[in-house]
């Protein structure tokens, strides 16, 4: 499979190539700065240098044209004010999908958060951040043209990955070591039967190839 990873250096999506590339896919990843290149080379995919900020869709259609599935993994970051969480969380995620849609790639995952909500309460950064995932998972979900699944992990760690997951409609709150999201969005790409689900994952006692599985009916 050829997949496009949007948001190619984050901490998640480099383990996701790491993963796809190791399983034999052909990973390419959307990155906004060159020098982060050979990151993505070291971990076995292309690098693309495009700022979704201010990419056109036929310019990000382009990339995808021939993928067999799209990834949104993108984010403002922290240290980023109200506004890129707006134009990256959001207006990013939402133009990646057009794109995708134009390209004919229908199989596309979405890193969420968990809590995103586009009515969510409040004035802080964090605020701004759930509203504009929440926004753009609601955009996506009307797409009539896309496969797309969309994972809201709990609380991000760097622990290592124990495999054990807990992966729900609603989980409730807490905490997911990134490679064991990584490991999920990978089972995911290869399970199409859960299209159209929004998930919550957060550390748990199933194995994540079987809670996969269970999710998507199998």
Same mark, same amino acid.
């Given at each position: 499979?050829?997949?496009?990873?949007?948001?190619?250096?984050?901490?998640i999506a480099l383990?996701?190539?790491?993963?796809?590339?190791?399983?034999?896919?052909?990973?390419?990843?959307?990155?906004?700065?060159?020098?982060?290149?050979?990151?993505?080379?070291?971990?076995?995919?292309?690098?693309?240098?495009?700022?979704?900020? $201010?990419?056109?869709?036929?310019?990000?259609?382009?990339?995808?044209?021939?993928?067999?599935?799209?990834?949104?993994?993108?984010?403002?970051?922290?240290?980023?004010?109200?506004?890129?969480?707006?134009?990256?969380?959001?207006?990013?995620a939402v133009l990646?999908?057009?794109?995708?849609?134009?390209?004919?790639?229908?199989?596309?995952?979405?890193? $969420?958060?968990?809590?995103?909500?586009?009515?969510?309460?409040?004035?802080?950064?964090?605020?701004?951040?759930?509203?504009?995932?929440?926004?753009? !998972?609601?955009?996506?979900?009307?797409?009539?043209?896309?496969?797309?699944?969309?994972?809201?992990?709990?609380?991000?760690?760097? !622990?290592?990955?124990?495999?054990?997951?807990?992966?729900?409609?609603?989980?409730?709150?807490?905490?997911?070591?990134?490679?064991?999201?990584?490991?999920?969005?990978?089972?995911?790409?290869?399970?199409?039967?859960?299209?159209?689900?929004?998930?919550?994952?957060?550390?748990?006692?199933?194995?994540?190839?079987?809670?996969?599985?269970?999710?998507?009916?199998?």
């Amino acid at each position: 499979m050829r997949i496009v990873i949007a948001g190619g250096h984050g901490q998640i999506a480099l383990r996701l190539e790491r993963l796809l590339s190791a399983a034999g896919h052909e990973v390419v990843g959307i990155i906004r700065n060159p020098e982060q290149g050979a990151d993505l080379r070291d971990a076995g995919a292309e690098p693309v240098d495009m700022d979704l900020e $201010s990419a056109s869709v036929e310019m990000v259609a382009a990339v995808l044209q021939g993928a067999d599935a799209a990834v949104f993994a993108a984010g403002a970051g922290p240290g980023s004010g109200t506004a890129r969480k707006d134009t990256v969380d959001r207006a990013a995620a939402v133009l990646f999908a057009d794109a995708a849609e134009r390209a004919g790639v229908r199989r596309f995952l979405v890193v $969420s958060s968990m809590g995103a909500d586009a009515s969510h309460p409040g004035d802080e950064v964090f605020d701004a951040y759930l509203r504009a995932k929440g926004a753009a !998972d609601d955009e996506i979900r009307r797409r009539t043209g896309l496969d797309w699944t969309i994972l809201r992990p709990g609380s991000l760690t760097d !622990d290592a990955g124990t495999g054990m997951v807990r992966l729900e409609a609603r989980t409730g709150r807490g905490p997911i070591p990134r490679d064991d999201v990584a490991a999920v969005l990978a089972e995911l790409i290869d399970t199409p039967a859960t299209a159209g689900l929004t998930l919550e994952l957060i550390a748990g006692s199933v194995p994540l190839s079987v809670a996969v599985k269970d999710v998507a009916g199998n």
